[in-house]
């Protein structure tokens, strides 16, 4: 009904807040009301207007339930060929300003109240000062007996922004493998100077004419800070097609003008081809034989674009793990299979397996048969039967660097975070110790990638932090000297060994992914680099440690 009654500017917020409420998992169960998601998505396709596509986009990037998904993304496509758009220059054109006045700023009068809305990197703020100018922590009387509408308003409008600000941090995110390209004048109104999407742009760097700029002290600048006011078209950089010189003079260049990212482009991580993938020719097994939590992959996987379906512990056959490249004609597989060998210890009530074990990464053409295989394990082959017209997989080094590094990226993410080898508490190795092997090769071997980016990073941070004196990074860890031990945390994994003996200590991160970060880091969003600067801190000081339960280990 609310999509039949008059506008309100409530009620785009409330039906986007009741899909995603609605499909939110329970034990079990699944989605809780897929129904209520649905005429929720309905109601929101019977109303007009910008702040409508915004929100529609937005559901298009949190939500993975796959029959919902698909009916946003049919009303997206249908609203864009409407207004005779893309795609994606109608979302471009539909993110709103939510009230803000300038980039990240807005400010408004409440009485004597002066209230200001301020974009602090992924976090909106809401200050109040009074009439003298003087900052005050909470809301003031005056205002909440006053102005209680204005208000209501205003801390809806950050917490629109905040959501917002994930989703728009996510599109952009997806822009490498786009390929997209801007007219400059578009691209200074969409992106820099928009209220709301210049607070992201203007942390990234981007190439105009193919002179790669960053945005500080109000201008467009060159890496020698030479101003840039105008171009013709524009990209977003990627640091792969570019030499190492460059690569690290664009780190300095952000540190020294305080910039940090909304993720990581200039400290991203680079998969070249190595000479292992040329001698297998068509496919590489660099992030094979890993054992991941399937629940956690499965969200991870549908949060970067890929299409991937749960296994089950039956008779029962799936796809690979997909992601489609329709700019490049291409579509990458990530081989996977379940991992179990008992029902109920290996497995949810519902039969899902637990776990899975990853295989090799193929590359095909976008329209070639869906390989298939049995859920339990097994080859592949083309087609649910296997007898689809078999398509041969490409030859890897015919994959565009670009294509190739982004979607390595995402399966070493899907690796770093939902492997069993990073759980602190499977020291035992799991059921039965069956993964007592892969969680130590795993939790104290080599580096990926990643963590090899994590490495670099921290050997520029440590020797500013506090704690630089009792810290070191020597190969695969960070060396931390307490006044009990001294300790050894693995940049990959973050599990930590101490002296003598190398001795295991378990120590668990809080699963708070808001709590506040140990240092200064030059992008958001790497929570193990977070966690190992956090764990060092507290080391660092082992005097000061209460926890019982780390205090027995010591």
Request: glycine residues 8%; aromatic residues 8%.
């Amino acid at each position: 009904m609310l999509g039949m009654l008059p506008a309100h500017p409530d009620t785009v917020r409330a039906l986007g807040a009741l899909v995603e409420s609605s499909l939110r998992k329970a034990s079990g169960i699944g989605p809780r009301n897929p129904k209520a998601a649905n005429a929720a998505v309905g109601a929101l396709t019977r109303l007009d207007g910008e702040p409508v596509l915004a929100e529609l986009a937005r559901l298009a990037r949190r939500v993975t339930y796959k029959p919902v998904l698909r009916l946003i993304e049919s009303v997206l496509e249908h609203r864009a060929e409407t207004l005779g758009l893309s795609r994606e220059e109608m979302e471009e054109l539909a993110v709103p300003a939510y009230g803000l006045t300038e980039v990240g700023r807005m400010e408004r009068k409440l009485g004597d109240v002066t209230a200001v809305v301020e974009v602090r990197g992924v976090k909106t703020v809401l200050i109040w000062s009074s009439s003298a100018g003087k900052v005050v922590k909470s809301v003031p009387v005056a205002v909440r007996r006053g102005h209680a509408e204005e208000l209501k308003e205003l801390k809806a409008a950050v917490k629109d922004v905040d959501k917002m600000l994930s989703a728009q941090s996510e599109r952009l995110d997806r822009q490498f493998l786009a390929g997209r390209v801007w007219p400059y004048v578009g691209w200074r109104e969409r992106f820099l100077d928009h209220p709301l999407v210049g607070t992201l742009a203007r942390r990234l760097l981007w190439t105009v004419d193919g002179t790669a700029v960053g945005f500080a002290d109000g201008e467009l600048r060159t890496l020698s800070d030479d101003p840039v006011r105008d171009g013709g078209e524009v990209r977003l950089w990627h640091p792969v097609g570019c030499g190492p010189a460059e690569v690290v003079a664009w780190r300095d260049w952000l540190e020294r003008h305080a910039i940090i990212q909304p993720f990581k482009q200039a400290h991203r991580e680079v998969y070249l081809l190595t000479d292992a993938e040329r001698a297998t020719g068509t496919y590489s097994t660099r992030f094979a034989g890993h054992v991941l939590r399937q629940h956690q992959f499965h969200s991870l996987a549908a949060g970067r674009g890929w299409r991937n379906r749960l296994r089950l512990m039956v008779d029962d056959s799936a796809p690979p793990a997909t992601r489609e490249l329709p700019r490049w004609g291409l579509r990458a597989e990530y081989w996977i299979h379940g991992e179990a060998h008992a029902f109920g210890a290996d497995t949810t009530d519902s039969g899902s397996f637990l776990r899975l074990s990853t295989d090799q990464v193929r590359f095909y053409p976008i329209d070639a048969p869906q390989n298939w295989a049995a859920c339990f394990g097994g080859d592949y082959r083309m087609g649910p039967s296997g007898r689809a017209a078999r398509v041969k997989p490409l030859p890897i080094a015919d994959i565009p660097p670009l294509v190739l590094s982004e979607v390595l990226r995402d399966i070493d993410l899907f690796v770093g975070v939902a492997s069993v080898g990073n759980d602190p508490t499977w020291q035992d190795g799991g059921p039965e110790g069956r993964y007592r092997e892969y969680w130590a090769s795993y939790g104290f071997g080599e580096l990926s990638q990643s963590a090899e980016t994590r490495r670099m990073l921290l050997e520029r941070l440590v020797p500013r932090l506090a704690i630089a004196d009792r810290c070191t990074v020597e190969g695969r860890f960070l060396h931390v000297t307490g006044s009990r031990r001294t300790y050894k945390i693995h940049l990959g994994s973050g599990n930590i060994l101490m002296t003598p003996n190398d001795q295991y200590l378990c120590i668990v991160p809080k699963a708070d992914p808001a709590a506040p970060q140990a240092g200064y880091l030059p992008f958001e969003g790497d929570r193990m680099t977070a966690v190992i600067l956090s764990k060092a801190v507290l080391l660092a000081d082992d005097a000061s440690i209460t926890d019982p339960a780390i205090l027995s280990q010591l």
